[in-house]
């Protein structure tokens, strides 16, 4: 009960916080990229944030209130591709003119329409995208026929993108989720999978006061140990408050590994058709069962400088560690369908808390990955995820702007 009391703490602080940060005024236009001609009623949203708007008949567009922090401004009309802007959003008022170019088809273009989904590609693409969870199982693509879903027989690649965007309803959580100009990619040979996009978030009305209470229950359940959770937490320095618990990973080459790799080429360059002995065969099985590189983990908790720097002033918070990092969150217990046993944590003085865990991993894909107040990277490409935060999908995506403990928009009243 002392991690869950403690947790409670910690989401009255992010409230707090998060509430009482600044907020800024952004207006803009919203233009044609040839004529410069305004585009009356285009949609123009916040990437991963709720807040959305459409232009006037002048093409004009408002946004009263923003948290502070950097955004993508994306601006979308029939017709016309994509366009954004990344800003950071301060005290002072913003103004912005997004100008979309048309993709319309040039006079005798032949345009060639793609061939249908393959059901079993489609079924693997909805299934890498939305996840495995309990939360997953409650999510619907509502517009199929606008994603196309391709598989690469020669490189074991499976891709996905849409015209304009995916729609995604999200009943546990009660999100409509768009998400413009998705990339997406999976690889059989490692196993990794890869998607990319401007998403915007629309709060689905509940349809009574008892639906909108599950889906703030939900959303806090989502929150609470996800990423986003950990990057405020870190940002703020209370790891330790709010049920974190970091340890370092390193990891090097293994020495088996590079020298049966240099005994098969060998074997496979001296009979590259075969056959192979018995003896042979047997040792190719066994390279087979080598990991090319192996881990130790360092039991005791990292201190909050091993793995976060500020910048002299305190405008810039970035991620930063050595190796690999394992975060374990505790007072949570894992989906019922996340089947893999969680990572050990050693035996570490003091001991972490006893009950339910979920432990996940990080990579950065550089030196260190820029972050803010919200939770967010700023470059989401910065970090690898990898055990529990890699099974968690779309069925947990939160917007940006969610603040923990608030309830969804009240129940439609009938009349």
């Known amino acids: 009960m002392k991690y869950f009391r403690l947790f409670a703490i910690g989401c009255f602080f992010l409230l707090f916080s998060l509430a009482a940060q600044a907020q800024g005024k952004l207006t803009g236009v919203v233009r044609d990229s040839a004529t410069n001609e305004p585009l009356s009623f285009a949609s123009v949203f916040l990437a991963n944030t709720t807040l959305g708007v459409t232009t006037t008949e002048q093409g004009t567009f408002v946004f009263p209130k923003v948290p502070a922090g950097t955004y993508d401004v994306v601006g979308s009309y029939v017709g016309y591709r994509l366009a954004k802007q990344n800003i950071t959003v301060g005290k002072e008022a913003q103004e912005v003119t997004l100008k979309l170019a048309a993709t319309g088809n040039q006079l005798g273009e032949v345009v060639v329409k793609p061939a249908a989904n393959k059901p079993e590609e489609y079924a693997k693409f909805s299934r890498l995208f939305l996840g495995g969870s309990t939360f997953s199982a409650q999510c619907r693509i509502s517009n199929p026929d606008d994603v196309l879903v391709l598989y690469d027989d020669s490189t074991k690649e499976l891709t996905a993108h849409a015209k304009e965007f995916v729609q995604i309803d999200n009943e546990a959580l009660g999100y409509r989720l768009k998400y413009y100009g998705l990339q997406f990619s999976s690889n059989d040979n490692d196993r990794s999978v890869f998607y990319y996009g401007q998403p915007v978030f629309e709060e689905l009305k509940p349809k009574d006061e008892r639906q909108r209470k599950l889906w703030a ?62 003896a042979e065969q047997d040792s190719l099985d066994q390279w087979d069962t080598l990991a090319p590189v192996l881990a130790t983990l360092n039991q005791q908790p990292l201190p909050i400088d091993s793995i976060r720097r500020v910048s002299p002033g305190g405008k810039r918070t970035f991620l930063r560690f050595n190796g690999e990092l394992q975060v374990a969150y505790f007072g949570e217990a894992p989906d019922p369908q996340y089947k893999r046993p969680m990572s050990p944590l050693g035996y570490p003085k003091p001991a972490f808390p006893a009950g339910p865990r979920e432990v996940s991993r990080l990579k950065l894909q550089g030196r260190e990955a820029q972050f803010q107040a919200n939770g967010t990277l700023l470059n989401p490409l910065d970090v690898f995820n990898g055990e529990y935060w890699g099974f968690e999908k779309i069925g947990e995506f939160l917007p940006v702007d969610y603040v923990p403990g608030s309830l969804p928009p009240p129940a439609t009243v009938r009349q």
């Open 217 to 278: 229950a939900n959303r806090l359940t989502a929150y609470k140990g996800s990423f986003m959770h950990f990057l405020r937490s870190v940002y703020n320095d209370r790891l330790k408050a709010e049920g974190f618990y970091t340890q370092q990973i390193r990891v090097f080459d293994n020495p088996r590994y590079v020298r049966a790799e240099e005994q098969r080429t060998a074997l496979m360059a001296a009979k590259p058709n075969g056959p192979y002995t018995a």
